[in-house]
T-cell receptor
Framework: GAVVSQHPSWVICKSGTSVKIECRSL??????MFWYRQFPKQSLMLMAT?????????EQGVEKDKFLINHASLTLSTLTVTSAHPEDSSFYIC???????????????FGPGTRLTVL | GENVEQHPSTLSVQEGDSAVIKCTYS??????FPWYKQELGKRPQLIID?????GEKKDQRIAVTLNKTAKHFSLHITETQPEDSAVYFC??????????FGAGTRLFVKA
């Protein structure tokens, strides 16, 4: 149990276009999802916390108008990178945290990641 | 802001030896400390975690210790095997929220 999927697994786009990444919790309800960005050989950096039915909370330095997050249901959160530029190229990983999973209330379940390349 | 420091950045050990990775956190409100193993291009995998009300936890060859007073926590891997080679991240959070990751340790286990 506790499986998180992400789609697409990789995407290549032209500079100036927008890209949407989906994060789904497949077998549990995720009241909270997190979006991370990871540059090559670097650590995971928390971008925002997404709560179902409410606005996302963005970390300092992350532009909310550029990285649009929607968490419309308990199983789906989306990250849209608007007007993408080459410097947005990165590995984007989501994770989900759900209530009611006995013994694992604090644990995050990570998606497989999406590699975005902006030309 | 909150910060997690991790050392060393690279660790090379002989198969069968032990490996120790150390982390320090700054936010005294942190109460949950997971450790992740990440292979190239893949998602982080939780290998062990510890909560602030516990000082030590062990799972087969892996153990974690926590010193809340000093804000230190460490990962110990015994009897290392080549398949343990990966990047390991420590993290600190408040109940699973606002997770801050360390910079990572690249572990090489030589056969």
């Amino acid at each position: 149990g506790a499986v998180v999927s992400q789609h697409p697994s990789w995407v290549i786009c032209k500079s100036g276009t927008s890209v949407k990444i989906e994060c789904r919790s497949l077998d549990f309800q995720a009241t909270t999802m997190f979006w991370y960005r990871q540059f090559p050989k670097q650590s995971l950096m928390l971008m925002a916390t997404s709560n179902e039915g409410s606005k996302a909370t963005y970390e300092q330095g992350v532009e909310k108008d550029k990285f649009l997050i929607n968490h419309a249901s308990l199983t789906l959160s989306t990250l849209t990178v608007t007007s993408a530029h080459p410097e947005d190229s990165s590995f984007y990983i989501c994770s989900a945290r759900g209530p009611g999973l006995a013994g694992v209330h604090y644990e995050q379940f990570f998606g497989p990641g999406t590699r975005l390349t902006v030309l | 802001g909150e910060n997690v420091e991790q050392h060393p950045s690279t660790l090379s050990v002989q198969e069968g030896d032990s490996a120790v990775i150390k982390c320090t956190y700054s936010d005294s409100a942190s109460n949950y400390f997971p450790w992740y193993k990440q292979e190239l291009g893949k998602r982080p995998q939780l290998i062990i975690d510890i909560r602030s009300n516990v000082g030590e936890k062990k799972d087969q060859r892996i153990a974690v210790t926590l010193n809340k007073t000093a804000k230190h926590f460490s990962l110990h891997i015994t009897e290392t095997q080549p398949e343990d080679s990966a990047v390991y991240f420590c993290a600190a959070s408040w109940s699973g929220f606002k997770t801050i990751f360390g910079a990572g340790t690249r572990l090489f286990v030589k056969a």
